[in-house]
């Protein structure tokens, strides 16, 4: 984003003045701080109120959003593209980069200056670090991260804040665990980040080879977040108010006996759920391949597939704010 | 489909009362009965009517459509993509399930039941039998199957009667003759089924090894339709008013010369057609490599290019009516 | 386009009487003259106005376009959707016609007469040269031809056109200079005859063994159109009043000492600039891959962002125009 960006003169109803947000990029989850969350969620559970009594609304008929992958991410496209669509507001798919002359050999800048000739709005998600930023830049108008490589993927960890802070009612005071591999995943580093915005307790859980950044826990601890770690989650368990669950990955081992020696302890079913809090919720960005077993799924406390849906309103929300019309 | 659909939450018109097929699943053809297809074809035609007299209208604005193809299928993605963007609503492609995320491990149930956190109704293509009815116990949106495999393909049969209806005015009291690879073609098996609630006679003209299967003519005698089988269309064609054509894959015969004895006898051309009646119909699900001439294509009796037409409001019929607005 | 598509019957509001355009094909170049060029243009610089004070209207809401794409061409694509959309109607996309049956052994004519069963207008990129003309040949509904192969891509030299006369504000009197690649492009080759219906000169700057085909020379020579060679830029740039700059691809050169020897004579940057004109511009179709230093990209005479954006509002005339609504 550049100063550019508030001389454009393709987004015809000038509104910046009274919509903070217009025209600006969602890059990272190290934008916001706490008002900035408060508005995002408060605008989601508007969303999620307008779909649910009235289904649809025109709030961004006419617009149009690119919607440039660079790598396929089937749920993350089609998220954004109901989004989109829930607001009476058009899509560009553009899922084939790897195929196409847009790939070969064009600058990220020239092909986002292209798009933006065409749409009023950009979604990128993009195999490398950094190239989100690089859009944005050269980009007069929104731009929103959908996933730089292991970068960041804000979109994420703001449907996972939302979604605890729908279930829950709020999340200061809250316990969050995060169980499985912490040390990966930018899903668990995103979502963390943006708790330490709130007063919480972060329990880790994972094998040791896969542990949360020194780095990560450094940088928490001096915004006063209370952090311990553990290797199994017997312990934590019972204090637990979110159960975030990731995947643990076979290939991260050095050879499969080691795997096997701790794959179980990461595994959430009816049984180890015992031990849980009746008042409690259990979430994962998705997809899963055994972490939680779906005979789970009918439990109450199992909120992911909700979670899926309460990433609709942050996105509807998102994409109005950056448009001008939130 | 599961009880539980009585209780879903997000389509916000309950109107199901006033609207029997409101949420329910279009999986097979055996699920309906004559007054089921009364029905069905008489919203189609009313959509017909619609198209050709206002163009477009929004029964659907604002619902989206989740377009789920595990396997590539240009033609029918494309039929139900027009027709619920005739009706006004949008649609997620989801196009390239062979390289997405959605694809790595992920269980169906899973899929289908994160987009329909996103979609009001899902449109499943997939290459295993039964994996629609797998999505519709999951689901609880409506599913409709678009093929599953070898197993059905039931929009495809029914449009397939409804271009009967409409170009012959009744399909009672008809003389059908199937004509080609009797044994493994879905279509036809599902044809043949969804005609047995009418009174017809049925004529299968197959070569030998390709002859339809007994286990379907038992079941099509128990229900009283009268059936012949022919190794040549001579015998059979002057008494046909529908001839539904379908492909003669070199792949099924031993060897080439097998094929070659038998191919010429399913070849459809003007000279063959004079021995046909004026007033009847030829039909090809398409597409067609070879088994009609296109120079029979301005021959009124040529159907086939219609008949994808029927498709498009027979598919806007059926959207209409699961999301309960027919 | 056959003499059938005056009769047909799915094009509900019979204003072909009032729109001349309505129902027809855009196939070439060469079926436009002085006039056609600038009605279509006419109607781009309305489109342009009401993008930009509107920013989306329906004028063609309900209508729906089948973007057919035999090879990828993202840029192109996306164009085309962009403008259906921002008139308000909707988009079938069908990118993957290699994996699709569609493509397995289906003819082009009747791939095209299936999608007109669900599309108002069919868009064509294919990579064979006259294959637009099939297509249109068997369509009832119109054609427009996003590019055949080495044959012909109408709609960006009339982009191109456009481009230089919103700039600059006419056409007739400048002096355009082409660069670069002038014996395989079709962009060069489509946009020199487009011109030679307004009184231009054209100055041909490339290596010797990519310089402007003869016939075509002589194809325009015959129109009045005073053309020169050059080898070098620098003998005409100060004269020039559009620079039009193509890639030199060092596949054309039999060795890459060939190519080193030429290439930096066909590179545009700051230095080089400072030899034109202040009031002129410097177009390219894009992509571009290192023949234009992005430094210049700040200067207000680099055009080719903006012609970009031209490109959706000609699209958008197009689409209106065949569809009777302009």
Redesign the interface.
């Given at each position: 984003m550049t100063i550019q960006k508030h001389t454009m003169?393709?987004?015809?109803?000038g509104d910046h003045k009274t919509a903070p947000w217009y025209g600006k990029d969602i890059l990272s989850v190290k934008q916001f701080d706490r008002l900035d969350l408060e508005y995002i969620f408060g605008v989601a559970h508007e969303m999620h109120d307008m779909?649910?009594?009235?289904?649809?609304?025109d709030l961004l008929?006419?617009?149009?959003l690119?919607n440039l992958f660079y790598e396929?991410?089937?749920?993350t496209s089609?998220?954004f593209?109901?989004a989109m669509?829930?607001l009476?507001g058009?899509v560009?798919?553009?899922?084939?980069?790897k195929?196409?002359?847009?790939a070969?050999?064009?600058?990220l800048?020239?092909?986002v200056?292209?798009?933006e000739?065409?749409?009023d709005v950009i979604v990128l998600r993009h195999p490398e670090v950094g190239s989100a930023a690089i859009a944005a830049k050269a980009a007069r108008k929104p731009v929103i991260n959908a996933g730089d490589g292991i970068g960041e993927h804000p979109t994420q960890a703001l449907l996972d804040a939302f979604t605890i802070r729908e279930e829950l009612g709020h999340i200061d005071g809250l316990t969050v665990t995060l169980l499985g591999d912490l040390k990966h995943g930018r899903t668990v580093h995103s979502l963390a980040r943006l708790l330490s915005l709130y007063k919480v307790k972060l329990n880790y859980v994972s094998p040791d080879i896969l542990r949360m950044p020194a780095e990560l826990m450094d940088e928490l601890s001096q915004k006063g977040v209370e952090q311990t770690e553990y290797t199994t989650l017997d312990a934590c368990l019972p204090e637990t108010d979110v159960l975030y669950v990731t995947r643990v990955q076979k290939e991260r081992f050095a050879d499969e006996a080691a795997y096997e020696s701790v794959k179980g302890a990461y595994v959430i079913n009816a049984e180890v759920m015992k031990a849980a809090k009746q008042r409690m919720i259990v979430m994962h960005p998705?997809?899963?391949?055994g972490e939680i077993d779906?005979a789970f799924d009918e439990d109450p406390r199992a909120a992911y597939?909700r979670q899926?849906?309460y990433?609709?309103y942050v996105r509807m929300a998102l994409l109005a704010m950056v448009l001008g019309k939130a």
């Open positions: 003169t393709h987004l015809p109803l779909v649910d009594h009235i289904g649809t609304f008929k006419g617009k149009i690119a396929p991410s089937t749920r089609s998220s593209t109901a669509e829930r009476g058009s560009i798919p553009i899922n084939e980069v195929y196409s002359s847009v070969k050999g064009e600058s800048p020239d092909t200056r292209t798009l000739c065409y749409a998705l997809p899963r391949v779906p597939f899926m849906e990433g609709l």
